[in-house]
């Protein structure tokens, strides 16, 4: 959901203005949020609410009625209108501002259900519908495919052919065909936002060919990032300087939906999270040290690193950890240990777990790891433990 939002940041720039550079400026004082965040904010709030989508939207719209770009002609006159009806429109509006959903459900005909409404109310031309329903239900998937696409290719061929199987697009598409093609319906634009999230390799990879393909950046790069978010999770270097573009009343929204128990996405990486402390609470204590294979068979072996990467961490060279809690307690664990019970983020100790690992298993040899190797992992995976039940 805030991955839709930060494509659509990104890519608003550029949408009158196209550019064919990878290496675009990602953000500037040349970028805002434009329709597709209001939308897809609409449709959030309305989850969290137990809401109609179309009163939500109809009410964000008018709430926000200048956006940078304005909104689509037939859209323009929904959002005026006193007593707004469908209009039968196959646009790729229906498509941008869906990702709530693909996050929020469990169940794949909820995620069909409310795809479709959130659609009808402006989109209620079958196309409109199937733009939406699949990039819901592509989301939903992606989650659950996490850590096989991060694994390998075989993931991203399994989501693609769950993708294209639901919906019948032929994402089967030469660069050439639609570079600096602009295409405002679903049915040109969902087949290439699979497209790129089947070439890509990351979150800003992929926004980064939605925008640059010179199409329709901002919508484009609004479908492709929620996409992608659902793949690759948000870096934690874009999070923060894109949600100063939004206004307290959206970051609210975002803020909320993040948090509720309500949400899928929110009660499954919770789940992930108790299963992985558990996993390697076990394994360190049980086994961890007993033989110098066991190290080896630890930090050579990526298993770690990809569970850590499908929960969001960050290989950030330890240093969201050390620049609170200090180079001691990062380095051992009897300074770790005197300072463990104000360790109060488990994203932050999930990023010091995973620089560690890295740093055994690409700075340092994993044979120098030892008892305090063990302790230290231990003393932070017990914190987590107990922060995850609070
Ligand atoms: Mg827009």
Same mark, same amino acid.
């Given at each position: 959901?805030?991955?839709?939002?930060?494509?659509?940041?990104?890519?608003?720039?550029?949408?009158?203005?196209?550019?064919?550079?990878?290496?675009?400026?990602?953000?500037?004082?040349?970028?805002?949020?434009?329709?597709?965040?209001?939308?897809?904010?609409?449709?959030?709030?309305?989850?969290?609410?137990?809401?109609?989508?179309?009163?939500s939207?109809?009410?964000?719209?008018?709430?926000?009625? #200048?956006?940078?770009?304005?909104?689509?002609?037939?859209f323009?006159?929904?959002?005026?209108?006193?007593?707004?009806?469908?209009?039968g429109?196959?646009?790729?509006?229906?498509?941008?501002?869906?990702?709530p959903?693909?996050?929020?459900?469990?169940d794949?005909?909820?995620?069909?259900e409310?795809? #479709?409404?959130?659609?009808?109310?402006?989109?209620?031309?079958?196309?409109?519908?199937?733009?939406?329903?699949?990039?819901?239900?592509?989301?939903?998937?992606?989650?659950?495919?996490?850590?096989?696409?991060?694994?390998g290719?075989?993931?991203?061929?399994?989501?693609?052919?769950?993708?294209?199987?639901?919906?019948?697009?032929?994402?089967?598409?030469?660069?050439?065909?639609?570079?600096?093609?602009?295409?405002?319906?679903?049915?040109?634009?969902?087949?290439?936002?699979?497209?790129?999230?089947?070439?890509?390799?990351?979150?800003?990879?992929?926004?980064?060919?939605?925008?640059?393909?010179?199409?329709?950046?901002?919508?484009?790069?609004?479908?492709?990032?929620?996409?992608?978010?659902?793949?690759?999770?948000?870096?934690?270097?874009?999070?923060?300087?894109?949600?100063?573009?939004?206004?307290?009343?959206?970051?609210?929204?975002?803020?909320?939906?993040?948090?509720s128990?309500?949400?899928?996405?929110? #009660?499954?990486?919770?789940?992930?999270?108790?299963?992985?402390?558990?996993?390697?609470?076990?394994?360190?204590?049980?086994?961890?040290?007993?033989?110098?294979?066991?190290?080896?068979?630890?930090?050579?072996?990526?298993e770690?690193?990809?569970?850590?990467?499908?929960?969001?961490?960050?290989?950030d060279?330890?240093?969201?950890?050390?620049?609170?809690?200090?180079?001691?307690?990062?380095?051992?664990?009897?300074?770790?240990?005197?300072?463990?019970?104000?360790?109060?983020?488990?994203?932050?100790?999930?990023n010091?777990?995973?620089?560690?690992?890295?740093?055994?298993?690409?700075?340092?040899?994993?044979?120098?790891?030892?008892?305090?190797t063990?302790?230290?992992?231990?003393?932070?995976?017990?914190?987590?433990?107990?922060?995850?039940?609070?």
């Amino acid at each position: 959901m805030l991955g839709a939002i930060i494509g659509d940041i990104v890519g608003s720039r550029w949408e009158f203005n196209p550019t064919n550079n990878h290496w675009f400026e990602l953000l500037s004082d040349r970028n805002s949020f434009t329709d597709d965040t209001i939308c897809t904010v609409a449709v959030a709030d309305a989850l969290l609410k137990g809401r109609d989508y179309g009163e939500s939207l109809h009410e964000w719209c008018r709430k926000y009625p #200048r956006p940078m770009g304005g909104y689509g002609g037939r859209f323009a006159q929904w959002v005026k209108s006193d007593n707004p009806k469908p209009y039968g429109s196959f646009g790729n509006g229906s498509a941008m501002r869906v990702s709530p959903i693909g996050f929020w459900f469990e169940d794949d005909n909820d995620i069909l259900e409310h795809a #479709r409404r959130s659609a009808a109310c402006t989109h209620d031309h079958e196309e409109g519908i199937r733009g939406a329903q699949t990039v819901a239900l592509t989301i939903h998937h992606a989650l659950a495919l996490r850590k096989e696409i991060l694994r390998g290719e075989e993931g991203m061929n399994q989501l693609m052919a769950y993708a294209t199987g639901f919906s019948n697009y032929n994402i089967d598409i030469r660069k050439e065909d639609v570079e600096n093609r602009f295409d405002e319906t679903c049915q040109g634009t969902v087949p290439v936002a699979l497209w790129i999230i089947s070439q890509s390799y990351g979150f800003e990879d992929a926004i980064r060919r939605a925008v640059s393909l010179g199409a329709d950046a901002d919508t484009l790069g609004a479908i492709v990032g929620g996409m992608a978010e659902a793949i690759w999770g948000i870096p934690m270097e874009l999070r923060s300087p894109a949600e100063a573009y939004l206004p307290e009343d959206m970051l609210q929204v975002i803020n909320d939906f993040y948090q509720s128990e309500h949400n899928h996405y929110v #009660r499954l990486g919770k789940r992930r999270t108790t299963q992985f402390i558990q996993k390697y609470i076990d394994f360190f204590e049980n086994e961890f040290g007993r033989t110098r294979e066991s190290f080896y068979r630890f930090f050579d072996d990526s298993e770690f690193s990809h569970e850590c990467w499908a929960l969001g961490f960050d290989m950030d060279c330890g240093s969201s950890f050390s620049e609170t809690y200090g180079l001691e307690a990062w380095n051992e664990p009897d300074p770790l240990k005197a300072c463990i019970d104000k360790v109060g983020d488990i994203q932050v100790i999930g990023n010091a777990l995973f620089s560690k690992w890295r740093y055994y298993n690409h700075w340092e040899s994993p044979s120098q790891a030892d008892e305090k190797t063990k302790e230290w992992f231990l003393l932070l995976l017990h914190r987590m433990k107990d922060l995850s039940r609070l």
